[in-house]
């Protein structure tokens, strides 16, 4: 699956394109047959979600932060997304050297 979600420069709304809210709603639907709780998507963009606790007890919390567009400056058309299932040693990790 690919979709195009390439900002538009000079447009008031945020998300700036239909791209970007067709992930948005991708996203949010996967976040919850994953199981995930509490599943938001404001009327700006910002999806959020809670995995609950595996263990007992009051744990920490973790974040993650990201966004859905890329840059205006080049083209999100034709783009072949790839999966990764498996990282080894970090390889792919920006910096990284053997």
């Given at each position: 699956?690919?979709?195009d ?29 994953m ?58 990790c ?5």
């Amino acid at each position: 699956m690919s979709l195009d979600t390439q900002s538009k420069a000079g447009v008031r709304q945020v998300p700036s394109t239909e791209g970007q809210w067709k992930l948005l709603h991708l996203l949010k639907e996967q976040l919850e047959e994953m199981g995930l709780i509490n599943v938001t998507l404001s009327e700006k963009g910002t999806l959020m979600a809670t995995l609950p606790a595996n263990v007992p007890g009051d744990i920490p919390a973790i974040g993650f932060i990201s966004h859905v567009d890329t840059s205006p400056d080049c083209s999100g058309k034709n783009v072949n997304p790839q999966i990764v299932e498996k990282l080894s040693r970090w390889r792919y990790c920006a910096g990284y050297r053997r």
